[in-house]
């Protein structure tokens, strides 16, 4: 972020007790219920200065389905692939085999994609 008056980049800290290196969302996601967090922003260049705290008031949490997680895990490490492979010839053998790979699955109902 650039600082509002003077449009040098600003520092942004959270703390107090947390060391310089933390970002905001491990801080969030690191602290406990109802517990306070502050995060400044100063430019150093003119003098700007803001605080802002924040204040977790509940934190939910769910066990998950495990088939999900893996799903969601493996898109994950298929899109890295994808996204590191440069040649598009590779990218559309890989669409096309998929593509083959969706119609002849057993296991896929189409009964949520048809209209009545």
């Known amino acids: 972020m650039d600082c509002p008056a003077c449009g040098s980049p600003v520092t942004l800290e959270v703390g107090p007790d947390r060391p310089l290196s933390t970002s905001v969302s491990d801080a969030v996601l690191a602290a406990e219920e109802d ?4 995060v400044t922003r100063d430019c150093w260049n003119c003098g700007w ?8 008031a509940s934190i939910d949490t769910t066990a998950g389905d495990e088939t999900a997680v893996k ?17 598009v010839d590779t990218l559309e053998e890989t669409l096309a ?3 083959r790979q969706r119609e002849i699955d057993p296991a896929r109902t189409d009964t949520d994609d ?3």
């Open 35 to 38: 517990e306070q967090i502050e």
């Open 49 to 56: 200065h803001e605080t802002r705290a924040l204040r977790v």
């Open 114 to 116: 048809e209209t009545e």
């Open 71 to 87: 799903r969601a895990a493996l898109i994950d490490e298929i899109t890295d692939e994808l996204a590191a492979t440069g040649s």
């Open 97 to 99: 085999a998929i593509c």
